[in-house]
C-alpha cells in the first residue's frame, strides 16, 4: 500500500455521478491496480470472484466471495486484483441525495390510527453507510440465507435496466426494485450488526490518527500536535501514515477539510462560516487550497448548485 497518489487527476475522473445511481456487473480478466481516489457517490460492492485486495481509509480487505464492501461518499480507497483469477463484481454508485430522497415518504395511512412518515427509521436507506463508521469496517459476510437473497436482488434490478425498452413502467419498476435492494440490504445490517466483519489488515496507529482527524478537522491539526496526541515520533507517524493511506498527513487534512468545507457551503453555509468550520484560518489561502482541489473557487461552485 505505498503508491502514492495524486488525487487531483484521479477526482476528476472519477469523483462525480450525473445520476442517481449507476449499478454495474463487471466480470474482468484482468490486473488491477487503482491508484487512490474518493468520490463524491455512495458505493456498494458485491464481490463474487477474484483475487482481489480492497483499501478503505488506511484499512486493507482480503476479499472472499460474497463479501459486501461499503464505501461512503469521501472515503479514499484503492483496489487491487490479480489477472490469474479475475474480478467478478456488482458496483452500485449512489448519490447520498437520492438515498435521502428514496427514504422519505408523504405521511401514508395504512390503517385506522396509523400513520407512516419519512421521519421513522424504518425509511433509513443509508444505515449501512453510517454503521461502517460505528463498527469500524467496511466490509459484510452475511450467512448463506441472506446471501442469496440479496445476490438475486442484484440480479433483478440489473435484468430490469437490462430490459427497461420492453417493459411497462420501466422506471418505476427500476425504482421499485432499487428500493427492494436498499430495504434488503439495510434490514439485514439492522439485524445483522456482528456480520460486519473487522478482519482487515491495518496499522491501529494510524487507523487512530485517521479518527482523530475526522472528529477535529475544524482544530489545530499541525504534525507536531498530532503526533504529541499519540505519543509518536512526527517522521515516523508521516512515514507510516503514508505508507498505509497514500497521502502525507498533511494532504490528507487538507483534502478532508475541504471536502468537509464544500459540502458545507453546498448547504447552505457562507463560505468564510464553511472555511472556518473546515480548519482554515485564512480566507484566501483557504480559496486557493479550494481551487486546487476542485477547479473553481467557492463562489463558482455556489453558482453551479
Not at 502514492?4 to 442517481?20: A, I, M
Not at 438475486?152 to 417493459?167: A, C, D, H, N, P
Not at 456482528?194 to 491495518?202: C, L, N, P, Q
Request: glycine share 6%; hydrophobic share 35%; with cysteine.
Amino acid at each position: 500500500m505505498a503508491e502514492e497518489f495524486d488525487p487531483s487527476v484521479e477526482y476528476e475522473q472519477k469523483g462525480y455521478l450525473n445520476c442517481d445511481f449507476r449499478l454495474f456487473h463487471i466480470d474482468e480478466n484482468k490486473a488491477i491496480d487503482t491508484p487512490w481516489h474518493y468520490h463524491d457517490f455512495d458505493k456498494i460492492v458485491f464481490f463474487l470472484r477474484g483475487d482481489v485486495r480492497y483499501a478503505v481509509e488506511g484499512r486493507e480487505y482480503e476479499l472472499r466471495p460474497y463479501d459486501i464492501v461499503i464505501v461512503p461518499h469521501h472515503s479514499i480507497h484503492k483496489v487491487t486484483a490479480s489477472k490469474e483469477e479475475g474480478y467478478e463484481r456488482y458496483v452500485l454508485y449512489l448519490k447520498p441525495e437520492t438515498l435521502v430522497r428514496l427514504g422519505s415518504t408523504e405521511e401514508v395511512t395504512i390503517h385506522e390510527g396509523k400513520k407512516l412518515s419519512g421521519n421513522s427509521k424504518d425509511h433509513d436507506l443509508g444505515l449501512c453507510f453510517d454503521m461502517t463508521s460505528k463498527t469500524r469496517t467496511n466490509l459484510i459476510h452475511f450467512d448463506a440465507g441472506i446471501t442469496s437473497e440479496l445476490l438475486e436482488k442484484f440480479r433483478t434490478l440489473e435484468e430490469v435496466i437490462k430490459s427497461e425498452e420492453q417493459l411497462y413502467c420501466a422506471g418505476l419498476r427500476i425504482h421499485v426494485e432499487l428500493i427492494q435492494l436498499l430495504i434488503g440490504l439495510n434490514e439485514a445490517c439492522y439485524k445483522n450488526p456482528d456480520s460486519f466483519m473487522e478482519k482487515a489488515r491495518y496499522n491501529r496507529k494510524v487507523i487512530d490518527i485517521i479518527d482523530y482527524i475526522t472528529q477535529h478537522l475544524g482544530d489545530d491539526l499541525s504534525i507536531d500536535r498530532i503526533s504529541d496526541k499519540f505519543y509518536i515520533s512526527k517522521y515516523h507517524m508521516m512515514r507510516i501514515f503514508k505508507a498505509e493511506t497514500g497521502y502525507s498527513v498533511h494532504q490528507y487534512i487538507m483534502e478532508k477539510r475541504i471536502l468537509k468545507a464544500r459540502d458545507l457551503i453546498i448547504s447552505g453555509e457562507p463560505a468564510m462560516t464553511a472555511a472556518i468550520e473546515s480548519g482554515f484560518r485564512d480566507y484566501s489561502s483557504f480559496c486557493k487550497a479550494f481551487r486546487k482541489a476542485t477547479g473553481k473557487l467557492p463562489s463558482d461552485y455556489v453558482a453551479d448548485i
